[in-house]
C-alpha cells in the first residue's frame, strides 16, 4: 500500500516520537526497539500529528529552509516510514 | 537541512556506542522479582532465583534506580520477572516510570492479569503488553509451565485487546512443541495478534540444564520455518512474525547485548546491575547494587560493566577478526558456561577452538528421539525447592 501524499498521517498504535535531551536527538519508541532519528528525519516526524498530510509537511518545511528543494527527500522518507508500518493514514 | 531519504538511521542504538566514547544505557529491564507462579522449564533466570526472596529492592528503591538511568539517557524501560504481576506495586512503578518519560513494557504471562490491575496500567501510562504462551495446546502450556493456566491467558488476551493494546505474543519454541508451529499460529491468528515472537529456547540457566529435552533437530526447524513463511506471505503485515532459531544452529555468534555494557542494563530483583539477564553466574566481576551506587558510577565507572566493553579485552580468534565490531565476539555467559573461561570466544563461532561443544550437542539434536514418558523423569523444572538446591 503506498502512502497517500495529501491524506493526514499518524503513527502507528504502539509508536511514540519523543525529544531526548541526553541523545539530543528525536527518537522513535516501539515495543521492540528504538531508532534514534537523524537531524532530518527528526524534523519531518515531528509534524506528524494526525491532521497534517505529506504535502503539508513539505510546505512548511520549504517555508523554513527557503530555496531548498526538499519535496522528493520528504516524500522519501515518509513512504520509507510508511513501508516500515511507523506511520499510517490517519 | 541534511538529506532525509538517503540517511534513514535505522541503526540507532546499536552503532553509536562503538567508538571510544562510552553512551549511556539506552534500554532498561527490571526484574522486579523472580517470584512466578509457572515453573517453566526453559526459564532463563538464574537457578538460584530463590536467594533474591528476602533482598527484593522497595518500590523507593526502584523508582531511584529508574530515574537515574532514566538521567542517563535510558528510554526503553522492560518491566518483567519472574512473574512481574506478583508485585502489588507494579501499578505505582507503572505510572512514575512513564511519568519519567519510559516507554514502558509490561513482560508478562498474564497470570494474576485482572481487568482492574490492567485499567490501573492503562491509566498510569503503560505503553505495550508482552504475553507469553507455552504453547497452542492446553496440554502442553499446562505441563511445560507445570501449571494450570491455557484458559487464564485466552481470557488475558481478550483483555489486552479490550484496553486497547497491540497483541504482542512470545511463544518459546523448543523440541517439545515446535511440531505445532501450525496449530500455534492459528491460535495467534484467532487472537488477532499484531506480534508474534516465536524465539527458541536460549539455553540458559534451567534451559541449559534441559537443553537435551529442549534443542530441536534441524528437520524441526526447518520445517517450522517453512510454515512461519507461509503464515507470512498469506498475512503480510497484518501479523508480524519474528522466527529466532537456536543460536547453536549458527556459525557465528549472536551479537549479545549489542555489545557488553552498550545498550542494555539489567537490574535484578536484590538490586544487582548487570549487562545481561545472565550475567550473574559470571565469577569474579564483584556486580555493583542499585541500592549502594548510582546507576552513572555502575555504568561508567564499574569493573563489571567495563570488563568485556568495547574490543580490547578480546583474545584471539576475536581480536583480530574482522566481525569483531559485528558479533562483538558473542556471549560472554555461553563462553564461560561451555569453556569456563567469559573472556573466551563464544563458541558458537565456527573460528572458536572450542567449537566442537557446539557441533557435538547439534548433532546429539539429531540423534535423540525421546518420547515425552521418557524424558519427563528427567526434566527440571523452574520451582523453588529446586532453587533453593542451587543456592
Redesign the interface.
Known amino acids: 500500500m503506498s502512502l497517500p501524499h495529501d491524506k493526514a498521517l499518524r503513527f502507528a498504535?504502539?509508536y511514540?516520537l519523543?525529544w531526548?535531551s541526553?541523545?539530543n536527538a528525536w527518537?522513535l519508541?516501539?515495543?521492540?526497539?528504538?531508532?534514534?532519528?537523524?537531524?532530518?528525519?527528526g524534523?519531518?516526524l515531528q509534524r506528524i500529528d494526525g491532521s497534517t498530510s505529506a504535502l503539508d509537511i513539505v510546505s512548511t518545511?520549504e517555508a523554513?529552509?527557503p530555496g531548498?528543494d526538499?519535496k522528493?527527500?520528504?516524500i522519501?522518507?515518509l513512504e520509507?516510514a510508511h513501508d516500515k508500518?511507523w506511520i499510517i493514514s490517519a | 537541512m541534511t538529506k532525509a531519504g538517503s540517511s534513514v538511521p535505522e541503526a540507532s542504538a546499536a552503532s553509536q556506542i562503538a567508538g571510544p566514547h562510552v553512551a549511556g544505557p539506552l534500554w532498561v529491564n527490571a526484574e522486579i522479582t523472580y517470584k512466578c507462579p509457572l515453573h517453566c522449564v526453559f526459564c532463563y533466570n538464574p537457578l538460584d532465583y530463590a536467594s533474591t526472596f528476602d533482598k527484593e529492592l522497595t518500590t523507593d528503591q526502584w523508582l531511584k534506580a529508574l530515574r537515574e538511568a532514566r538521567e542517563l539517557g535510558a528510554v526503553q524501560l522492560g518491566l518483567s520477572g519472574g512473574e512481574p504481576l506478583m508485585r502489588d506495586d507494579l501499578e505505582i512503578i507503572i505510572a512514575e516510570a512513564s511519568n519519567m518519560g519510559y516507554y514502558v513494557n509490561l513482560l508478562t504471562s498474564g497470570v494474576g492479569l485482572t481487568e482492574k490491575r490492567l485499567a490501573a496500567f492503562k491509566a498510569g501510562g503503560l505503553d505495550q503488553i508482552q504475553l507469553s504462551f507455552q504453547d497452542s495446546t492446553k496440554k502442553l502450556n499446562d505441563f511445560l509451565s507445570s501449571t494450570k493456566t491455557f484458559d487464564l491467558k485466552l481470557n488475558v488476551a481478550k483483555l489486552i485487546k479490550q484496553y486497547d493494546y497491540p497483541m504482542v505474543l512470545n511463544i518459546v519454541l523448543h523440541r517439545q512443541n515446535i511440531d505445532h508451529i501450525e496449530q500455534i499460529l492459528q491460535m495467534a491468528e484467532s487472537m488477532q495478534a499484531d506480534h508474534v515472537e516465536l524465539a527458541n529456547s536460549q539455553y540458559y540457566a534451567w534451559a541449559f540444564k534441559n537443553r537435551e529435552y529442549l534443542m530441536p533437530s534441524r528437520d524441526q526447524l526447518e520445517r517450522a520455518e517453512t510454515v512461519c513463511n507461509q503464515f507470512r506471505e498469506r498475512l503480510g503485515n497484518t501479523m508480524k512474525l519474528y522466527f529466532v532459531v537456536p543460536d547453536y544452529y549458527a556459525d557465528r555468534p549472536k551479537a549479545c547485548m549489542n555489545g557488553w555494557g552498550a545498550v542494555f542494563l539489567n537490574i535484578a530483583p536484590d538490586g544487582l546491575a548487570l549487562p545481561c539477564h545472565e550475567a550473574r553466574m559470571l565469577p569474579g566481576l564483584d556486580f555493583p547494587n542499585v541500592r549502594d551506587h548510582d546507576v552513572r558510577s555502575i555504568w561508567f565507572d564499574s569493573h563489571a560493566f567495563n570488563a568485556y566493553r568495547g574490543n580490547s579485552w578480546m583474545p584471539e580468534p576475536c581480536r583480530s577478526c574482522d566481525e569483531k565490531e559485528k558479533d562483538f565476539g558473542g556471549c560472554r555467559c555461553q563462553a564461560f558456561m561451555l569453556t569456563g573461561d567469559a573472556a573466551n570466544t563464544d563458541p558458537v563461532c565456527s573460528k572458536s577452538p572450542h567449537h566442537t561443544l557446539i557441533t557435538d550437542q547439534v548433532a546429539l539434536a539429531q540423534r535423540l528421539n525421546l518420547r515425552e514418558d521418557e524424558v519427563k523423569p528427567l526434566i527440571v523444572f523452574r520451582d523453588d525447592r529446586n532453587s533453593r538446591l542451587y543456592t
Open positions: 498504535k504502539q511514540k519523543q531526548e541526553a541523545q527518537v519508541l516501539y515495543p521492540e526497539g528504538l531508532v534514534k532519528l537523524a537531524g532530518s528525519a524534523e519531518i518545511l523554513i529552509y531548498a526538499l522528493q527527500d520528504v522519501d522518507f520509507h508500518g
